[in-house]
C-alpha cells in the first residue's frame, strides 16, 4: 500500500518535471539539502559474515529497514540529476568534495540495492562534473587502499569496481602514469585479499581494460601475478585445488620458462613450477608428458599440412594450364586479353607489373 503510494507521488513529481521544469530551475539548494538530510546517515555495524566467509550465494544481505522511504529519495536524486534542465555549473555549488565524500561512505551499505542506486548516481555525477572527476578517483583510491591494507571488509567493492571499469574505458591514449600506478598499486594487491571471489569479475575487467589499451602492461601485470606464488593464502588455494588449476597454469609457465626474455619473469616462473612440482610431483610429471605429448601432435599436423600442400602443388604441375600461370605471357598479350587494346592509353607500367603479380597470385592460389 504504501509503496503504491509512493510510486504514484513518483510519477505525479515525473510528469511534473517534464512540464513544468520546476524541479531543477533555481531550486538546487533546497533539493540538495533535502537529499543530503534524508541520504547521509551513519551506518549501522555491520551484521554479515566478512571476508571469505561471506558468500553472496547463500548468505542473505542485511536490508535497510528504511528502505521504502530511502528509495524514493533515491529515486528523486537521480531524476534530478538526469533532468534536462539540470545544470551543473549552479549545481556545483552544492555537488561538492564533501557531497561526494559523503556519498562514498555509503557504498559500505549492506543493502545491495542503496549501492546499486549509488553506483548509477555517483557515475551521472563523475559524467557530469569534470572537476570532480581527479577527486572521485582518488577517494576511491583510498577506500581501496583501506580495504587491502587495514580493514579487508567494505560492502562496495564491487560496485565502486563496476563504475571503474567504464572510466578505465575512457581513459584516453597514451595512459597517464596516475593510471598505470593505479592499476599496479591499486587492482593488482585486490586480488589477495581473502574476499577476492565478491569482487573478482569487477577487478578481471578492470584489468583487462587496462591490457587492452597498453600492451605493455602485460609485464608489470605477469610479474605480480607471479609474485602471488609467495602468498601462503594462494598458494594453500592452489594447493587444494592443485589436480584443476595445475593442468591449467602448467603449459603457460613451462613454454615461457624456455622462452621468457625477463630475467625477474623467468626467476618467478622457475619458481612457480619448483612448488607445483613439490606441491605434486606425479600430477607435475603427468602434465608434463602431456604437453610434451601435444606438442608432438602439433608438429605432426603441421607436418601432415606441408606434405598436403606438396601433394597440391604436385598435381597443380601436372595441369595443362600451369605454365601458362606460372610463366605469364608478355605484358602486351596479357593487355590484349584483358583490353583487346594493347596499346591504349592511360596504362602505365605500373599498371601492367600489377596485373602480372595478381595473374601469379591467382596461379597460386
Known amino acids: 500500500m504504501l509503496e503504491n503510494l509512493y ?13 513544468n521544469r520546476v524541479f531543477c530551475k533555481g531550486k538546487e539548494e533546497s533539493e540538495m539539502n533535502q537529499f543530503s538530510i534524508n541520504l547521509f546517515r551513519t551506518l549501522p555495524p555491520s551484521s554479515n559474515p566478512t571476508g571469505a566467509e561471506f558468500d553472496p550465494e547463500e548468505d542473505e544481505p542485511t536490508l535497510e529497514a528504511a528502505w521504502p ?12 540529476l538526469e533532468c534536462a534542465d539540470f545544470q551543473p555549473n549552479v549545481a556545483k555549488k552544492y555537488v561538492d568534495q ?4 559523503s556519498l562514498l561512505e555509503l557504498f559500505d551499505s549492506e543493502d545491495p540495492r542503496e549501492r546499486d542506486f549509488l553506483k548509477t548516481i555517483l557515475h551521472r555525477i563523475y559524467g557530469k562534473f569534470l572537476g570532480l572527476r581527479a577527486y572521485i578517483r582518488r577517494q576511491i583510491n583510498n577506500i581501496f587502499y583501506r580495504f587491502i591494507y587495514e580493514t579487508e571488509h567494505h ?14 574505458n575512457g581513459f584516453a591514449l597514451p595512459l597517464k602514469e596516475e593510471h598505470k600506478m593505479f592499476l599496479i598499486r591499486v587492482l593488482l594487491p585486490l586480488h589477495k585479499v581473502k574476499s577476492l571471489s565478491v569482487y573478482h569479475p569487477q577487478l578481471a575487467y578492470c584489468v583487462v581494460q587496462f591490457l587492452e589499451k597498453d600492451s605493455s602492461l602485460t609485464e608489470p601485470v605477469a ?6 606464488w609467495n602468498n601462503e593464502y594462494i598458494m594453500s588455494l592452489i594447493s587444494d ?3 584443476r588449476i595445475l593442468p591449467i597454469m602448467f603449459p603457460a609457465l613451462y ?42 601432435k602439433e608438429k605432426f599436423k603441421l607436418k601432415e599440412r606441408e606434405e598436403i600442400w606438396q601433394k597440391i602443388e604436385h598435381l597443380a604441375q601436372h595441369n595443362p594450364q600451369f605454365n601458362t600461370y606460372v610463366e605469364p605471357p608478355a605484358a602486351s598479350s596479357v593487355l590484349s586479353m584483358e583490353t583487346e587494346t594493347p596499346t591504349a592509353e592511360g596504362v602505365s607500367a605500373e599498371d601492367i607489373q600489377l596485373l602480372k603479380k595478381a595473374v601469379e597470385t591467382e596461379a597460386v592460389q
Request: aromatic residues 14%; neutral net charge.
Open 7 to 19: 510510486d504514484k507521488q513518483l510519477e505525479d513529481w515525473g510528469q511534473s518535471c517534464a512540464l
Open 69 to 80: 522511504h530511502l528509495q524514493l529519495v533515491y529515486e528523486f536524486f537521480l531524476r534530478f
Open 98 to 101: 564533501k557531497f561526494v565524500m
Open 155 to 168: 560492502n562496495g567493492i564491487a560496485e565502486l569496481l563496476e563504475i571503474l571499469g567504464s572510466i578505465i
Open 223 to 228: 610479474e605480480r601475478a607471479l609474485y602471488y
Open 241 to 243: 585445488n592443485a589436480a
Open 255 to 296: 613454454k615461457n620458462s624456455k622462452s621468457h626474455w625477463n630475467k625477474t619473469i623467468h626467476g618467478l616462473i622457475y619458481n612457480a613450477l619448483k612448488l607445483f612440482m613439490e606441491m605434486n610431483q606425479k600430477l607435475f610429471d603427468d602434465c608434463t608428458q602431456q604437453y610434451k605429448a601435444e606438442k608432438q
